[in-house]
């Protein structure tokens, strides 16, 4: 019998569209500029830089080792050394990137840059409002629009934050354990070094 | 009554401040002014309001952003209309091309002039005003063909076809299910016809057998003649370009769906007139309301329901929609005819009730078993395949 | 096909939930980047699995909503019914795969042929169609889904504890031997797999995916063959390509 179908249709838009009304289920849209649904902690959109302290440049995680470069499929990265170095958390000298750009128009926030880094510094943002007037420029990030402070990190992604601080505290625990063991065989050598040459010189001098 | 006493008292009493010699014409303009302002306005709110009832149907607000709550968007859409440039092709018979929106608009319009919108509210109480209304409708299909005609172009004359093939052949199943109506109260007067329906609900029209199904096949008939969903081949958005409005731009462009939407108004209120009593309140007790607000109302529920139909109901093609106008529409429509015949030969009761109803119903189901069975579609149940190869 | 895509909206609601769930897991909506070698990136919360749940729960009375609303409409069916017939000696002949043959009544499903993965340990039916079109297309989807959700629910309700990843496999940098090597999984378009030849390096010597919808689309010819134009777009439709992958 023709029509049937159809009144079952008919009924089921009426249902929606009184469920629209009441039923926060149905009406599932968030009007977005003035209401926005909170972040989820996971939510990942492109990757930035993260730098300690207070100073971007001089706080820079990165010692660019251009693996993040070679890693990202569809190599929207681009990673420029500079000559100049720069000291580390660890106070070893270190490379610095001179151009560090992320073409964001390419990525597409894949988080294998973020696996591979073996200095902890890119990592996700869940920034996703990045719209510009121009085509190519505006969404050609640099190094100053990526670098973001290790306390912005903190507050987007606390628990991930949290282990990226744990690695590197244990980090420089590992490298002031190597330093000063490093220090003890230094100083051992020296003192046996010393005492070697007093044990010489007390030997010239018996012989004399 | 005393509403449209005062209207008619005001616009005397304005007809006889002006010169003797400007008075007919004086009365006419005063006649159209209102119908012609209130349909306008009506149709910048249907707009808005189409869009944000299917925006409910989807789960969405719809317009929500201009004006409180979105009220001010047919004025942003108009005046996004007007500021655009208007295009008309280089090769295109400018004349024809110029007129045609004017022409549907005008057509449209000129159906509302018949309807009888209170007790002797009526621009135009001719006795033939049913017959008025049909043939000024039938120029709105010489509109769209100049439309296509005069923009010498391939696309938009197809689609000029096509939606005159359409209107032409959904005209016959809407007449002769309008005539059942006429053929009961035997008049072709549409004041008349809104006399006979004055007693209450119970004497309404589509509260009989063959008002019911003549009600249905005239909405359906309606639906494509107004080249609406699930009829909207002419411009079917998703999948033609806009068919005979293809050259046209700008407020020309607007002005086709200004058509369109006040063509839904006409053929609503006529709807309303012919079988859910017209401007009369379904109850006396409730007749202090004025008759135009009913018939307001009545119109108001029936372009709700299309709105409720466009937001259902995906799209038939074309050769479909001629398939069910000639093969299952015009059928039904001769059958009402018949059943509507019974009745006036039984003079109403019991056993006309009994008769008529008896034989629309036979001829519905029957007719459509016979037709789903001929065009091979039906709902389906299905296998599924298990390891072994046996069937459920 | 009109109706201003009502259906679509209402699809569109719970596939926002499906990707909510997966961006709180992995991050992102449709890049979730979530597989590794030997497991997972990261591991699920009681927490998640209950949104699951839920969501998995909830999903059928979507679907019943959903075939209420054109399963059983009358344009619809006269829209959809015997268009765009497709046979099996042709499918198979051309490759294609997925609900589109079995759409053709060709018991092929890989979960089932290949039972690669866990499949095997899942109760599941395959839906089989009888006559080639539009809507047999679009009901097998519909059946799927409905197994899909079986599928689902005893995949929740067997999540084991435990390591969420191999702790001994080697996330990248891997030297595979010298050779070859196919592997192919049930999509929800049809068949994909990937070929790949091994030098012995880091870096594939060859490597080549089957596109499922690219060779499904090759048909598109032979079933449009003595229909109407209006009737291209649905049997276009039908085959649900994503023109990515196609035009890759």
């Known amino acids: ?208 | 009554m005393w509403f449209e006493e005062l209207l008619i008292a005001i616009k005397h009493y304005l007809v006889l401040q002006m010169p003797g010699s400007l008075q007919p014409v004086g009365s006419a303009f005063l006649s159209c002014l209102p119908i012609m302002t209130s349909f306008g306005g009506l149709f910048a709110l249907a707009t808005l309001l189409e869009r944000k009832m299917l925006g409910r149907i989807q789960n969405r607000y719809g317009p929500n952003r201009v004006g409180p709550g979105g009220l001010l968007q047919p004025v942003a859409d108009g005046i996004k209309m007007l500021t655009k440039e208007d295009i008309v092709p280089k090769n295109a018979d400018h004349l024809i091309h110029f007129l045609a929106p004017l022409g549907l608009l005008v057509s449209a319009m000129l159906g509302l002039s018949v309807i009888p919108f209170g007790h002797r509210l009526i621009a135009l109480d001719i006795e033939t005003g049913i017959l008025f209304f049909f043939a000024v409708g039938a120029a709105s299909e010489l509109a769209i063909f100049m439309a296509g005609w005069g923009s010498r172009n391939k696309y938009a004359l197809l689609g000029a076809l096509r939606a005159i093939a359409q209107m032409i052949s959904y005209e016959i199943p809407l007449i002769l299910s309008a005539l059942s109506v006429l053929m009961v109260v035997g008049s072709l007067s549409l004041s008349d016809v809104v006399q006979a329906q004055s007693g209450g609900i119970h004497t309404w029209h589509i509260f009989t057998p063959w008002g019911f199904l003549g009600c249905i096949l005239f909405l359906i008939s309606t639906l494509a003649e107004i080249n609406r969903s699930p009829f909207d081949i002419p411009e079917a958005e998703s999948e033609l370009i806009a068919g005979h409005m293809t050259e046209y731009s700008g407020f020309k462009y607007a002005l086709f769906f200004m058509a369109e939407g006040v063509a839904m108004f006409a053929m609503c209120a006529l709807t309303a007139t012919l079988f859910l009593g017209g401007y009369h309140a379904p109850f006396p007790i409730l007749s202090f309301i004025p008759g135009p607000v009913w018939l307001f109302g009545k119109l108001t529920s029936l372009v709700l329901l299309f709105i409720w139909i466009r937001g259902t109901m995906p799209r038939l093609r074309a050769d479909q929609l001629m398939e069910f106008a000639w093969k299952f529409m015009l059928p039904m429509s001769v059958v009402n005819l018949i059943a509507a015949g019974i009745w006036v030969a039984l003079d109403g009761g019991v056993a006309a009730w009994i008769s008529s109803g008896l034989l629309n119903f036979v001829a519905y189901f029957g007719w459509s078993r016979i037709l789903s069975q001929a065009s091979r579609f039906s709902p389906r149940t299905y296998r599924y395949a298990e390891e072994a190869g046996v069937s459920e | 096909m009109g109706a201003l895509g009502t259906p679509l909206m209402y699809a569109f609601r719970e596939r926002e939930r499906i990707l909510d769930l997966f961006e709180s897991l992995s991050g992102a909506r449709m890049m979730c980047n979530y597989m590794r070698f030997g497991g997972c990136r990261c591991d699920v919360s009681a927490d998640w699995i209950k949104q699951a749940q839920s969501v998995v729960e909830a999903f059928p009375q979507f679907l019943d909503e959903f075939e209420a609303l054109i399963s059983e409409n009358e344009v619809l069916m006269a829209r959809s019914q015997h268009v765009g017939i497709l046979k099996p000696e042709l499918a198979i002949d051309a490759g294609v795969a997925g609900p589109v043959l079995r759409a053709t009544g060709v018991n092929y499903d890989l979960r089932k042929v290949d039972g690669y993965g866990i499949y095997d340990r899942f109760q599941f039916r395959v839906p089989l169609g009888d006559h080639g079109d539009v809507y047999d297309r679009y009901m097998i989807r519909v059946l799927e889904m409905r197994e899909s959700v079986k599928i689902l629910q005893q995949a929740l309700a067997e999540i084991p504890n435990g390591d969420y990843v191999n702790p001994k496999a080697k996330l990248r940098g891997f030297r595979p031997p010298p050779g070859e090597a196919y592997g192919r999984i049930e999509a929800p378009k049809g068949e994909l797999g990937f070929y790949l030849i091994s030098d012995g390096s880091p870096k594939p010597y060859r490597y080549r995916v089957r596109p499922p919808s690219l060779i499904n689309l090759t048909i598109l010819e032979d079933m449009c063959l003595g229909q109407t134009i209006a009737d291209a777009v649905i049997i276009l439709g039908s085959i649900d390509i994503v023109l990515g992958e196609v035009d890759r």
């Open chain 1, 1 to 208: 019998m023709i029509g049937k179908g159809i009144l079952k249709g008919m009924v089921e838009t009426a249902r929606n569209l009184t469920g629209s009304f009441h039923d926060t289920d149905r009406l599932t849209t968030v009007e977005y500029p003035e209401q926005k649904i909170p972040a989820k902690e996971n939510a990942r959109n492109f990757p930035f830089l993260i730098y300690d302290g207070d100073d971007w440049e001089t706080g820079l995680r990165c010692v660019s080792c251009q693996i993040c470069e070679k890693e990202c499929p569809p190599q929207c990265i681009y990673i420029e050394k500079d000559k100049e170095k720069k000291p580390d958390f660890l106070g070893k000298m270190q490379m610095q990137p001179k151009i560090f750009d992320i073409d964001v128009s390419v990525c597409m926030g894949c988080q294998i840059c973020v696996e591979v880094c073996p200095f902890e510094s890119i990592r996700m943002d869940n920034d996703f409002e990045y719209a510009g007037s121009d085509r190519f420029k505006s969404l050609l990030l640099t190094k100053d629009q990526l670098a973001k402070s290790n306390k912005y990190y903190h507050s987007i992604h606390p628990t991930e934050a949290q282990e990226t601080d744990e690695i590197r505290v244990q980090k420089r625990e590992d490298h002031l354990a190597k330093e000063k063991a490093k220090a003890e065989k230094l100083a051992k050598a020296k003192e046996e070094a010393a005492s070697k040459a007093a044990l010489s010189k007390a030997e010239t001098a018996k012989e004399e």
